[in-house]
């Protein structure tokens, strides 16, 4: 059963870049019947989507986010990695990494979230 599992630091600086991880266990990042993917909800909004790595290890993004972010992946590590420059309060919030079935297109497996809060 796989099981995603995000981290990084809980408070950044308005200006700074944000940096998270999603640490895969039990399947592999390479595994072509997947991509794997970030999301965010801010405080008392709904989920936003951000990305999401296909196997190639091509990202794609949010038109409203894409110049701001970065999706990789490290494969030894069977990580990937989020990267939003210049971030401002309006980036608070609940970041999630997520796997999504190419098949039906699910967002099938989650991790448990970690709260961002951007504040100087």
């Known amino acids: 059963q796989v099981q995603l599992h995000e981290s990084g630091p809980g408070l950044v600086k308005p200006s700074q870049t944000l940096s998270l991880t999603c640490t895969i266990s039990?399947?592999?990042?390479?595994?072509?019947?997947?991509?794997w993917s970030w999301i965010r909800q801010p405080p008392g909004k709904g989920l936003e989507w951000i990305g999401y790595?296909?196997?190639?290890?091509?990202?794609y993004y949010s038109p409203s986010l894409e110049s701001r972010s970065s999706i990789s992946r490290d494969t030894p590590k069977n990580q990937f990695s989020l990267q939003l420059s210049s971030v401002t309060p309006e980036d608070t919030a609940v970041y999630y990494c997520?796997?999504?079935?190419?098949?039906?297109?699910?967002?099938?497996?989650w991790g448990q979230g970690t709260q961002v809060t951007v504040s100087p």
């Open positions: 039990g399947d592999s990042i390479t595994n072509s019947a997947y991509y």
């Open positions: 790595l296909v196997n190639s290890g091509n990202a």
């Open positions: 997520a796997r999504i079935t190419l098949s039906t297109l699910d967002f099938g497996s």
